[in-house]
């Protein structure tokens, strides 16, 4: 951890105020995470990406236009344990196994229009990533190896640094057979309906009336917020 603020913040001192609070707090974060992975008997465990960022395209046809869409994301970690591939992002805040629940039945509304379901929609995202380079001709090559989709149980989840008693929330979404084809393919349906609304030209951008959304949105100077 030293080390790591030491490369990062090299013009600060670690020794003495805010900055060795930060960095008791970090390492105490750290070693708590560490402890509730042997608590649960996740050794040995197979890093195979660190902020790995993962690109697909996606092609399809908007109002009868063939469209290719450039999808990106910037995972922060990428792991196998017991031939389960996990797609994780790490939170600082707090994320509880209700956050990430999702009823069958509202799922389509929950993923196009739930303004509280950012959590569950961008684990969705990243597992989407990930499923579709594994599923694509040359595969999914992580830590200079391929990753074929009928070896890999694939699942998504989150690690709230504030609630890491309740271990690796996992994604309730419920999509497909369980193989990365059949999630893909389920995943695209919703991508074609974003893609519809998003490119309609007969529906006009509106400012959210819900500021909380505002607070760490990257176009909030854009509009105006």
């Not at 989407?128 to 699942?155: C, D, F, H």
Request: glycine share 8%; aromatic share 10%.
């Amino acid at each position: 951890v030293r080390r790591e603020f030491e490369n990062t913040y090299p013009e600060y001192s670690t020794g003495s105020g805010y900055n060795h609070m930060m960095y008791k707090v970090a390492t105490q974060l750290i070693g708590n995470f560490f402890k509730r992975l042997i608590e649960e008997n996740e050794f040995p465990l197979e890093v195979l990406g660190i902020e790995k960022e993962i690109t697909a395209d996606y092609q399809t046809f908007v109002h009868g236009d063939p469209v290719v869409v450039r999808l990106t994301g910037r995972i922060d970690r990428i792991d196998r344990v017991n031939g389960r591939l996990r797609v994780i992002d790490y939170k600082t805040g707090k994320v509880e196994r209700k956050h990430l629940k999702v009823n069958g039945a509202d799922q389509e509304e929950l993923m196009l229009h739930g303004n509280e379901s950012g959590k569950i929609r961008q684990l969705w995202f990243y597992k989407y990533l990930v499923a579709k380079r594994m599923t694509q001709e040359k595969g999914l090559r992580l830590a200079n190896q391929v990753l074929p989709s009928e070896q890999n149980t694939l699942v998504a989840g989150i690690y709230s640094f504030r609630n890491l008693k309740e271990g690796l929330l996992e994604d309730q979404l419920q999509m497909g057979e369980g193989t990365p084809e059949s999630f893909v393919k389920h995943s695209e349906e919703y991508l074609q309906k974003m893609l519809h609304q998003i490119l309609d030209p007969a529906q006009s951008f509106t400012r959210t009336t819900n500021l909380k959304l505002c607070t760490n949105c990257g176009y909030k100077r854009i509009c105006g917020r």
